[in-house]
DNA sequence: ATTGTGGCCTGCCCGC
DNA sequence: TGCGGGCAGGCCACAA
């Protein structure tokens, strides 16, 4: 469950290799590299390279190695993690294993001063890819603004909760942050995402920022105060009453079906 | 174009 | 104790 929060702390581990030189490249699980690049390839343009600097734009991890090289782009799926020699700033994934084996390394670069850089992903769902398309993805969440989330949602018959998780609207939110961010901000997530009004935008919005915010100072996106009564039989902790369970967007949703809903907005 | 669905990958947990 | 089925969700291909 790697959503934006989750691949920041990626970022901020990564960014600790700035500077060191890459001098081996392990990339023997073709699965794992994407955009049909090969692992002679990959090896070709890492090995050698110096790290720059990193930079994120949703759940995607860029790793700038310099002018005359590719942007290395990582991506984490559900269950990958990021680990700088034995150090990991996720120990155990919501929805992972709490294992690290070593078999489930399915890429690592090696650097000068003998330190280790590792993607470990029991599920293979992540992946490595040169230069990935930045451009494809939608606004950064955790900076969302108004003017960015409207053009997000407005005309959409869809669901708000799909266009919330559609990557190309808007990059970072996974199925935890969304249901955290809606039930805090009181929306249904069923809702048609094209039938929000403009205080609502702001309301919207405004509350995106500030649970990415929060649940990134506590840790993860599964620290939320909903996250505890996310299974079946689960009670809002606000009012008490029983959790709607849905599929929506394709993902498994919970949600108030008494404090949220068009029909009784926020008090 | 937009929206919905199913599949990919595989560990884990539950019930029998 | 072992086993099978269901489940988790980020992402992509594909269908309507």
């Known amino acids: 469950m790697p959503e934006l929060i989750e691949v920041e702390l990626y970022r901020r581990l990564a960014e600790r290799t700035v500077g060191r030189r890459i001098v081996e ?3 023997s699980d073709a699965w794992f590299l994407k955009g049909g690049v090969t692992a002679a390839e990959v090896l070709g343009a890492l090995e050698g390279a110096t790290v720059v600097g990193t930079d994120r734009r949703g759940k995607l ?6 002018d005359d090289r590719p942007v290395l782009g990582l991506r984490f799926g559900m269950t990958g993690r990021l680990v700088l020699d034995d150090e990991a700033p996720i120990e155990a994934l919501e929805y992972g294993s709490s294992r690290d084996d070593p078999g489930w390394d399915r890429f690592a670069v090696r650097f000068d001063d003998g330190t280790r850089l590792r993607t470990n992903d029991p599920r293979r769902l ?5 230069d990935p398309d930045v451009g494809a993805l939608g606004p950064e969440a955790s900076t969302v603004t108004v003017a960015q989330l409207r053009p997000a949602l407005s005309g959409s018959t869809a669901p708000l909760k799909a266009r919330l998780l559609d990557q190309a609207r808007l990059a970072g939110l996974g199925n ?10 009181r929306f249904d997530p069923a809702r048609p995402a094209g039938s929000l009004a403009a205080a609502e935008h702001r309301r919207l919005a405004s509350a995106i920022r500030r649970t990415v915010a929060d649940l990134l100072a506590r840790g993860g996106s599964h620290t939320g105060d909903l ?7 689960g009670r809002c902790p606000r ?3 029983l959790l709607d369970r849905r599929s929506i967007g394709g993902r498994t949703t919970y949600s ?3 404090c949220t809903g068009p029909a009784a907005p926020a008090r």
């Open 256 to 258: 108030c079906p008494s």
């Open 25 to 27: 490249v392990e990339a």
């Open 126 to 130: 992540g992946g490595v890819e040169l």
């Open 61 to 66: 991890l860029t790793v700038d190695l310099g």
């Open 227 to 233: 996250q505890a009564q996310r299974h079946r039989d």
């Open 239 to 241: 009012c008490g009453t």
């Open 176 to 185: 935890l942050l969304v249901d955290e961010t809606l039930w805090r901000s």
